[in-house]
């Protein structure tokens, strides 16, 4: 018996018992990434989802989370396994004190078995969880790592097997669920790409970034809700030079709340903009007379509403 969702919207249901909420596209993604057993690779945005689908996948289905998080440098003796050299060391020491006399293919038969291999993220997201279930591994911001090691992944995306030249083929008994994500700092190549489904995640539409921060900040006041992501929605309209995510909006919507706010005003939105915008030239754009205007807008519209 499957513990996977049947269908689309059970999809979604399961993924909203998380916390998370996702639009019809990507828990169309998500289910047919389950379904058919493929990889599936995120881009879009910073903070609008990417790794908490991870995540919530695994905590929903009961999963461990297997994560690799890239960064330049990451080789496979990071990534997938490396030989336990000191304890091989030891092991031949041994064999020589107590004369054994083993010929030497018989030690490196000893010393090349699974006892003397470490095991890192992508070999571990090959095993079984002690429930026999497969894990999900996600593979954070791969377009930091070096492009070289996009080829290591290839065949545990294609195949979900790494071979170690010493021992041989490890494959998994059953795929890990596995989650790809990058922030497009440089492009994944295409042979990783075809290996997976595809799904940009984009920002929210106003209607799903409210249902999300009622879930994700339920103390903040549902008026003060509605500004914040009214506010943030004119926000990304603009030129700036880093746009605020969906972790931005529930970070001020929780600042805001803990200051007792229940609807916006200038000094309140001036002295928080920190928690929503991290550069300074962003923050010397929109404070004072555009927060202003922004929030005079966000008030005008709710009053057109009411109105109309
Ligand atoms: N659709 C959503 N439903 C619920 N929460 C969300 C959703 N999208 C984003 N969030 C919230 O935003 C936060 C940031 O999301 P996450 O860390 O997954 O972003 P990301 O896309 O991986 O960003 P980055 O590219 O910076 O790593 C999460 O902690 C989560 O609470
Ligand atoms: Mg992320």
Redesign the pocket.
């Given at each position: 018996m499957s513990d996977l969702p049947a269908s689309v919207t059970e999809t979604a249901a399961l993924l909203a018992r998380g916390g998370y909420i996702a639009g019809e596209a990507l828990a169309t993604s998500t289910f047919l990434a389950l379904k058919l057993k493929r990889p599936l690779l995120l881009e879009g945005e910073p903070g609008t989802g990417?790794?908490e689908l991870a995540k919530v996948l695994a905590e929903t289905l009961g999963r461990p989370l297997v994560r690799l998080q890239c960064y330049e440098g990451l080789d496979l003796a990071s990534a997938a396994y490396e030989w336990n050299y000191s304890r091989q060391l030891i092991h031949i020491r041994a064999a020589e004190a107590a004369g054994e006399g083993l010929s030497t293919s018989a030690l490196e038969r000893d010393i090349y078995s699974g006892d003397y291999l470490l095991k890192r993220p992508l070999l571990q997201a090959l095993e079984l969880s002690a429930e026999g279930r497969s894990p999900v591994l996600l593979i954070?911001?791969l377009d930091r790592a070096d492009e070289p090691f996009e080829a290591f992944l290839l065949e545990i995306l294609g195949d979900y097997q790494i071979t170690i030249p010493e021992l041989g083929v490890i494959a998994a008994k059953e795929p890990p669920i596995t989650i790809l994500?990058s922030n497009r700092t440089r492009e994944v190549h295409d042979a990783v790409r075809r290996r997976c489904f595809y799904h940009w995640i984009d920002f929210p539409t106003a209607g799903r970034e409210r249902e999300i921060l009622s879930l994700k900040v339920p103390e903040a006041a549902a008026e003060l809700t509605r500004q914040v992501v009214a506010f943030v929605q004119g926000l990304r309209r603009m030129d700036l030079y880093k746009t605020p995510g969906v972790a931005e909006s529930i970070n001020w919507a929780q600042a805001l709340a803990s200051l007792d706010c229940v609807a916006l005003d200038p000094a309140k939105v001036d002295s928080t903009l920190g928690t929503l915008l991290k550069y300074q030239d962003d923050i010397a754009r929109i404070q004072g007379s555009e927060a202003a205007r922004l929030i005079e807008e966000v008030k005008g519209k709710a009053r057109a509403d009411a109105a109309g």
């Open positions: 990417k790794t954070d911001e994500t």
